[in-house]
């Protein structure tokens, strides 16, 4: 029950939910299978013994986000166009707060990230959900509708979408950037997983001065327990995610690791080859089973319908833990997320599910 001092239109909030369980094969959160490289991993502790742990770390963390436009490396942006959060959620946060005034709209696809959804309860923004086609993809002609007819303030789009593991091809990203200038809506692409598709859009920010690029060291980095994310727009834009943040949010310990795994980034980022061939092997497995839709993925998991009532308790009884959506919409029933882990792991999700399914 919540205290008699909450918000009022906060009443009926739904928080982030999610049970933290180590011990169990997690195939649950899109975390990466692998841990940093020992190599890295020693490196990380030299480091450590020479940070000021005293005092309060460069608020602006200057030198991460030039190693970061080091390593995008795209002619014209530098670290003025960069902003840090503790966790690219918190940059989601942050945008909420700095642009939405009450009742402004924001849009975003039915089947998409939690926090899009819980971030405008938050602020109190109007969201307005688009629909899905049957194969959980977005038909171009409706996001332009919507946004005619809305005129949002925001459109946040994942590419690749969580949890259905879809991008939208970058000719149709266009014609919505292209549109949503003209209506002066601002458009938030979120890169969580780009790494697993080898596409990321960061240099369209040069042409769009409408367009926030948010990316992450939780996925492809193997870094989720860092927290450390980053967004990538026009300098007017980060002023104002800076003046908005909290000052000291990426600790003295997060942006030397953010600068020591950008130096092995090809030997951490070689791993991703791995988790993409696992992902299209679990997809082939997956669609020979019985009363299973999956989805063709780019990121580093994939989404599907199973219609075994207990499939969640059953693959628990296995050790194995996936990720099933409360049914809210109907988009929603039935249905799964699985993220690829290693090998032998998947090998052992798969066993199960034929198991349980034959
Ligand atoms: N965007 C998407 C689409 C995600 O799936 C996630 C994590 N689940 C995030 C952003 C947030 O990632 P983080 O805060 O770990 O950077």
Redesign the pocket.
């Known amino acids: 029950m919540s205290s008699r001092f909450l918000r009022e239109d906060l009443s009926l909030f739904s928080p982030y939910s999610v049970t933290y369980s180590p011990d169990l094969i997690k195939l649950d959160?899109?975390e990466n299978p692998f841990e940093l490289p020992d190599e890295v991993k020693e490196r990380i502790k030299e480091e450590f013994t020479n940070l000021h742990l005293r005092i309060y770390p460069d608020p602006t963390a200057f030198e991460l986000r030039r190693c970061i436009s080091s390593f995008i490396d795209v002619e014209g942006l530098d670290e003025s166009n960069i902003v840090l959060g503790n966790?690219?959620?918190?940059i989601?946060q942050y945008i909420f707060i700095a642009f939405l005034n009450r009742k402004d709209s924001v849009l975003y696809p039915n089947l998409s990230?939690e926090?899009f959804s819980i971030l405008s309860q938050i602020v109190g923004a109007r969201d307005i959900g688009l629909d899905l086609n049957e194969s959980l993809t977005l038909d171009l002609s409706s996001v332009i509708n919507a946004l005619v007819t809305y005129k949002p303030k925001i459109f946040l789009l994942?590419r690749p979408n969580?949890p259905t593991g879809w991008a939208m091809p970058k000719e149709e990203l266009l014609v919505i950037l292209d549109k949503s200038r003209e209506l002066d809506t601002l458009v938030v692409i979120?890169e969580?997983?780009s790494e697993f598709m080898g596409e990321s859009l960061a240099y369209l920010v040069r042409d769009y001065d409408n367009l926030i690029i948010?990316r992450?060291f939780?996925k492809a980095f193997s870094l989720?327990g860092l927290?450390l994310?980053y967004a990538i727009s026009n300098e007017e834009i980060i002023r104002d995610l800076m003046a908005v943040k909290l000052p000291y949010n990426v600790n003295i310990f997060s942006q030397m690791v953010g600068r020591v795994v950008l130096e092995y980034s090809d030997m951490i980022l070689s791993r991703i080859r791995f988790i993409v061939e696992e992902r299209e092997r679990v997809y082939r497995k997956l669609l020979e089973l019985p009363r299973v839709r999956v989805f063709p993925s780019s990121a580093n998991f994939l989404f599907f319908y199973c219609e075994e009532e207990n499939l969640m308790d059953e693959l628990l009884s296995y050790g194995i833990k996936i990720r099933r959506f409360e049914p809210r919409q109907c988009l929603l029933k039935n249905a799964y997320r699985v993220t690829i882990g290693k090998r032998e792991d998947n090998d052992r999700f798969i066993n199960a599910m034929e198991e349980i399914l034959s």
């Open positions: 959160a899109n966790g690219s959620d918190e989601l990230f926090m994942c969580n979120d969580a997983y948010l992450t939780s989720a927290r994310g």
